[in-house]
């Protein structure tokens, strides 16, 4: 149970980690990500084996992975799109 809890917060950090390298402005503070690649990994794994039970490890590390990238994909900020003028309603 603590080596797939490692290697799930691991694997979470991993994907943290690539999300920063590869969307650099649009995500927000770096620690805010990396703690939701740990948490996500934990989390993923904790449901995986309290729904499969004890000796399906490469499972629950795809679970891990899974929710990871789940909770990873709802930081990003929407790129900046340039504002359009507003038109004038006259009455």
Do not use: N
Not at 1 to 17: H, K, Q
Not at 44 to 53: E, I, P, Q, T, Y
Request: glycine share 10%.
């Amino acid at each position: 149970m603590i080596v797939e809890a490692l290697g799930a917060a691991v694997l979470g950090l991993v994907l943290a980690a690539v999300a920063l390298r590869r969307l650099p402005g649009r995500l927000p503070h770096q620690a805010l990500v990396y703690a939701t690649g740990g948490v996500g990994g934990l989390f993923g794994a904790f449901v995986a084996h309290s729904s499969l039970g004890p000796g399906h490890r490469p499972l629950s590390l795809l679970a891990a992975t899974a929710v990871t990238a789940a909770l990873l994909s709802l930081l990003p900020r929407p790129e900046s799109v340039p504002e359009r003028p507003r038109e004038r309603v006259t009455a």
